[in-house]
């Protein structure tokens, strides 16, 4: 009798499971694959089920709306409809996975999510570090540091390209701060260039680095297709418009303009869905910046608001905000990269 009951009861709640939508809304910036990741949807065949199901819903290059809710695959074996061969594949990717001690005890865990990227390199530069702060923002008592959110945006992007496949160098690093959640970043000048120690001297802390990406490139270039140098930075000079960010490529650099306009296009649709009203206006420009003129690979110099300016400030406290950022950043680049492997 009590198993008869134990039966009816499992098939009943089997039943309603199946029979039982799952859905969600995107968190601010997520794509689709870091959507399904958050509800542990992490192969190709849930990517495609999710296409499927609410393909009525996407935006363009199917790009998560904002406040829509999105019907979330099922777990169950329904979903799996590729050919042996191709699941195979997927589990073994599935199960790729590894440590990046920088991204700190939390978020050390990098997981690839697919091979988007594969072929593409890319070294990653918060701008700033050890002696020098960059621009300094007051928020009541508290100092924001340019150096540290730039290099918290870094890290964030620079998970996301390895999560897609992509080679991945971190030149600034800081051996303690990984991908923080604080609105508030603890400032230190604990950051190095790959371990080295960080001059004061203006020209020589940029020639450090441009000189490491460098060496770095010299290896890279005979395994990778595609190079970048990303240098992050949150310090604007020019007025204190909300919402501006500057993309700057090197004078004459026909692939960096390219990489530059992709990703003011990138960040114009996601202002468009995210945030319809507030309009974007980010500008792209030719710049003879140090680390543009003496980088090898093609470099992009992004600004991405004014550490100074009371606004774009509630933008980086936030570490969602920041997230977003970086995922906007990776998307420009896989965007870019699709366009031309060269
Ligand atoms: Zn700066």
Redesign the pocket.
């Known amino acids: 009798m009590k198993s008869y009951f134990l039966f009816l009861f499992l098939f009943v709640s089997s039943t309603c499971l199946v029979g039982q939508e799952i859905k969600d809304r995107p968190r601010d910036g997520e794509g689709v694959y870091a959507f399904l990741q958050r509800h542990n949807r992490l192969n190709q065949k849930y990517y495609r089920a999710f296409i499927k199901l609410n393909k009525n819903k996407l935006g363009k290059d199917n790009e998560l709306k904002k406040h829509h809710t999105y019907i979330i695959p099922d777990l169950s074996e329904k979903n799996t409809n590729a050919d042996e061969t191709a699941v195979k594949n997927e589990s073994s990717r599935e199960d790729k996975s590894w440590r990046e001690p920088l991204f700190g005890k939390k978020e050390e865990r990098v997981k690839l999510l697919n091979n988007q990227l594969e072929g593409a390199c890319f070294y990653i530069v918060s701008?700033?570090g050890g002696p020098d702060p960059?621009?300094i923002g007051k928020m009541g008592k508290y100092q924001l540091h340019?150096?540290e959110y730039?290099y918290d945006i870094a890290l964030r992007l620079a998970k996301n390209l390895m999560q897609q496949g992509a080679k991945v160098h971190i030149i600034i690093q800081d051996a303690k701060d990984g991908i923080r959640e604080d609105r508030y970043l603890a400032n230190s000048k604990r950051e190095t260039c790959m371990g080295k120690k960080i001059p004061l001297n203006q020209l020589e802390r940029l020639k450090q680095r441009s000189d490491k990406i460098n060496e770095l490139y010299s290896k890279d270039r005979k395994k990778y297709s595609y190079c970048r140098s990303v240098f992050i930075?949150?310090?604007s000079r020019s007025q204190h418009k909300q919402m501006d960010v500057f993309f700057y490529y090197a004078p004459k650099s026909t692939n960096g303009l390219r990489l530059a306009n992709e990703m003011k296009r990138t960040f114009a649709s996601k202002y468009d869905t995210h945030q319809p009203n507030r309009g974007f206006t980010g500008t792209v420009s030719s710049r003879g910046l140090y680390v543009l003129t003496n980088t090898q690979p093609v470099g992009l110099f992004v600004?991405l608001g004014n550490i100074q300016n009371q606004f774009d400030q509630r933008r980086f406290i936030l570490s969602s905000n920041r997230q977003a950022l970086a995922n906007w950043l990776a998307l420009g680049l896989l965007n870019d990269f699709r366009k031309g492997k060269e």
């Open positions: 701008g700033h960059g621009a340019e150096d730039a930075h949150l310090d600004e």
